[in-house]
């Protein structure tokens, strides 16, 4: 698994209340298989803390974020700084 690219991880995270395999493959450059693997891991957390998500197929993405190991803040920082030194391009 690849790691996320931080603008894309930034992006998903504040407009997608709820992700599928799409935005999952998306940040991960995974197929479905593994998609499906790691969206199993953020439902079994959901239903440890009794957390309903509003379409079937989809699971809260700050959970999924937790869950993966992905910390907003550390990203949005990142993001703030490749912007500041101008390293989009890279």
């Known amino acids: 698994m690849k790691q996320p690219d ?3 991880a930034v992006r998903i ?6 992700i599928s395999n799409k935005e999952i493959k998306e940040l991960f450059k995974v197929g479905d298989t593994c998609a499906v693997r790691m969206k199993r891991k953020v439902r079994d957390e959901m239903a440890k803390r009794g957390v309903k998500n509003y379409y079937p197929g989809m699971v809260k993405t700050s959970i999924a974020f937790e869950v993966w190991g992905l910390d907003i803040e550390d990203l949005e920082r990142r993001l703030k700084a490749i912007r500041r030194l101008k ?3 890279i």
Do not use: G
Request: glycine share 0%; aromatic share 16%.
């Open 13 to 18: 995270y504040y407009s997608m209340v709820e």
């Open 87 to 89: 390293l989009n391009d």
């Open 6 to 8: 931080v603008e894309t």
